[in-house]
């Protein structure tokens, strides 16, 4: 089975493949990742635009409290990782783990000034669609963010539900919750 990677037993047999594969996976994990951390710092933070999964939770902690987002989002992608680890495939885990500690050092997209663009719309779809890239690499070569991206595979997992209405709900409760907190 190479969906496994370099986790599984084809690096043994054809290790060539394998590690051709996790390359791949190393590169577009790595831009989808830095993509995100991106949009959230350059797009998402200074318009005060709520966000889903734990990435709101960590948008909303940043606007009530002034907490980074890169702290809220390292923290609790570690704890649900390791609540979900058993649950989940090795390789999604430690992508999954690879994902959440490199978001913890794009800390350093928050050490630069980026231009004010003066049409919230505009910064509203390139946020979604930077962001949405950087989701989309990682969800293509089996890893994810982390977060709620957890929760819903481990309930798959254990009791079936759909994963696209799980996730739904679970972020329409947090955009209910940035309700309160954004003006």
């Known amino acids: 089975n190479t969906s496994m990677g370099l986790l599984s037993g084809n690096v043994l047999r054809r290790p ?4 051709r594969r996790e390359g791949h996976t190393l590169l577009a994990a790595t831009i989808g990742t830095l993509l995100t951390c991106f949009a959230v710092v350059a797009l998402t933070v200074p318009y005060q635009f709520a966000g889903g999964g734990v990435l709101g939770l960590a948008l909303i902690s940043n606007y009530a409290w002034g907490i980074s987002p890169a702290w809220v989002l390292s923290v609790g992608n570690a704890v649900l990782l390791l609540w ?11 992508w999954t783990l690879y994902v959440t500690v490199l978001d913890r050092k794009s800390v350093v997209f928050e050490l630069f000034q980026y231009p004010v663009i003066g049409n919230t719309i505009l910064a509203a779809l390139l946020a979604g669609a930077v962001g949405g890239v950087g ?9 994810s963010s982390g977060g709620t991206d957890v929760i819903v595979m481990v309930a798959r997992k254990r009791w079936g539900v759909d994963i696209g209405s799980m996730s739904f709900y679970i972020n329409v409760v947090i955009l209910f919750a940035s309700f309160v907190v954004v003006d």
């Open 16 to 19: 060539h493949l394998s590690l």
């Open 84 to 94: 979900g680890w058993k649950a989940l495939s090795l390789r999604f885990a430690l």
């Open 135 to 143: 989701f989309g690499m990682l969800f293509r070569v089996g890893a």
